[in-house]
């Protein structure tokens, strides 16, 4: 039986970056390397996705310094295209990660276009992403939804969840609804304060 192929996503915007990378660690040692293969994807803190950065096995939380998913030479950028669902996944050349005048200033791209199959080589087929990522950008649903568009079957909670739960007083007011019970509260908002 071939093995299932699976993007695990991490790094990101939020500030909870590193701790996506050491959870990201975690999660590649964990892994069934008989039934899956892993194919780290970071996402660097301006949101450039790669793939052949630095490898995130090795992270840990040893008192050095945090893990950053950082630009190494050999890194490629991943570009998306939404369209063509599990299969649109697409690697890049290293020049094009932060070339201004590249064509690439989103992760987005339209296999349409025959100039993209002179630059872009297919990351082959992909069975689901499993999204290492905390904060805004990873758990909020943004990414869930981006997933949903492009039909490709993801690990973890579906976009409403994940957007829920990162606003805690929506998610007192869900549960409030179905009758879970909940600790009092207040919210408070920069709008308090003007």
């Not at 492009?150 to 549960?175: E, I, N, Q, R, W």
Request: hydrophobic share 35%; with cysteine.
């Amino acid at each position: 039986m071939a093995k299932k192929r699976v993007v695990v996503l991490y790094g990101g915007r939020a500030d909870e970056h590193s701790i996506s990378c050491i959870s990201t660690a975690g999660v590649l040692g964990a892994m069934d390397t008989e039934r899956f293969e892993p194919i780290p994807v970071g996402i660097t803190k301006d949101g450039k996705w790669i793939i052949n950065g630095e490898d995130p096995r090795g992270w840990n939380l040893d008192g050095g310094e945090l893990p950053t998913v950082k630009i190494p030479p050999e890194s490629r950028p991943v570009m998306l295209d939404p369209s063509r669902g599990q299969d649109g996944f697409f690697i890049g050349e290293p020049s094009h990660i932060n070339s201004a005048d590249s064509g690439f200033g989103t992760s987005f791209v339209s296999m349409s276009d025959p100039e993209m199959h002179h630059v872009l080589t297919s990351l082959g087929h992909v069975d689901a992403v499993l999204p290492v990522l905390h904060g805004p950008y990873g758990e909020d649903g943004t990414v869930q939804g981006l997933l949903e568009m492009m039909g490709v079957p993801y690990v973890g909670c579906g976009v409403f969840a994940s957007a829920a739960c990162m606003d805690k007083h929506y998610t007192k007011v869900v549960l409030d609804a179905a009758g879970i019970p909940t600790a009092p509260g207040v919210t408070v908002d920069a709008r308090n304060f003007t």
